[in-house]
């Protein structure tokens, strides 16, 4: 069965520090895969897409994802965090078969000053 | 372009009631999704409309049912409502293609 998996509820890291939020997969087939961000109260937000070629790629404030197939994963990154990045973020993993998406547990993404 | 628009935004009902839900897509956008998420089920899959017609739907019983207008607009209602209705209700719009969804602020509904 498909499915997607986010090992980490919780993520503490300081302002001006790196990130790196993890996501793996579980699908038989070539994945599409999304990084969504929602802030409280908020629907998703899309930050970035993966359907096929580059393995890196590229989001919107400064997100990236790289997706390893060896690994089934794609993990999100983003050099330095903001204050404002604060929030929860989902890894999506598409069914064609339906038209709709499978949510990881999201992880809760707290910064420190 | 405009989002997607989700109304109302808070709602609160009692046990045994029924409510319905509106979500208007972006325009141009010809699927529309719904998702529940709850802190213990987190984001989980309701049904999918395109043109008029719910091509899948989740696992969730009978009492959650939509459907879609030919402006691709979308209602979602849930009868008999019970305490574990309430939840955060998304809708998403779509062209129908390769997943790329737009979501919109969610419907805050509260059972009480």
């Known amino acids: 069965a498909q499915s997607v998996t986010q090992p980490d509820i919780h993520i503490t890291v300081s302002e001006g520090a790196s990130l790196e939020l993890r996501c793996n997969y579980s699908?038989?087939?070539?994945?599409?895969l999304f990084w969504y961000v929602q802030s409280p109260g908020q629907g998703l937000q899309l930050l970035l897409k993966?359907?096929?070629?580059?393995?890196l790629v590229q989001g919107i404030k400064g997100f990236e994802a790289e997706f390893k197939r060896s690994q089934s994963s794609f993990n999100l990154r983003k050099p330095s965090v903001h204050w404002s990045d604060a929030a929860e973020y989902f890894c999506?993993?598409?069914?064609?078969?339906?038209?709709?998406?499978?949510f990881g547990g999201g992880t809760r993404l707290m910064v420190k000053p | 372009k405009a989002g997607v628009t989700q109304t109302p935004r808070y709602l609160i009902k009692t046990r045994g009631q029924q409510v319905t839900l509106s979500c208007s897509p972006i325009?141009?956008?010809?699927?529309v999704s719904w998702y529940q998420q709850t802190p213990g089920q987190g984001l989980q899959f309701l049904f999918e409309?395109?043109?008029?017609?719910?091509?899948n739907k989740g696992n969730f019983p009978g009492r959650f049912s939509g459907r879609q207008f030919s402006n691709s607009r979308s209602e979602m209602n849930v009868s008999t409502l019970e305490l574990g209705d309430s939840a955060l209700y998304l809708c998403?719009?779509?062209?129908?293609?390769?997943?790329?969804?737009?979501f919109g602020p969610g419907t805050r509904l509260t059972v009480t």
């Open positions: 998403a719009s779509s062209l129908g293609g390769r997943g790329e969804q737009y």
């Open positions: 699908y038989g087939a070539t994945p599409y």
């Open positions: 993966y359907f096929s070629g580059d393995t």
């Open positions: 999506a993993l598409y069914l064609n078969a339906g038209n709709m998406l499978t």
């Open positions: 325009s141009g956008h010809r699927s």
């Open positions: 409309y395109f043109s008029e017609t719910q091509r």
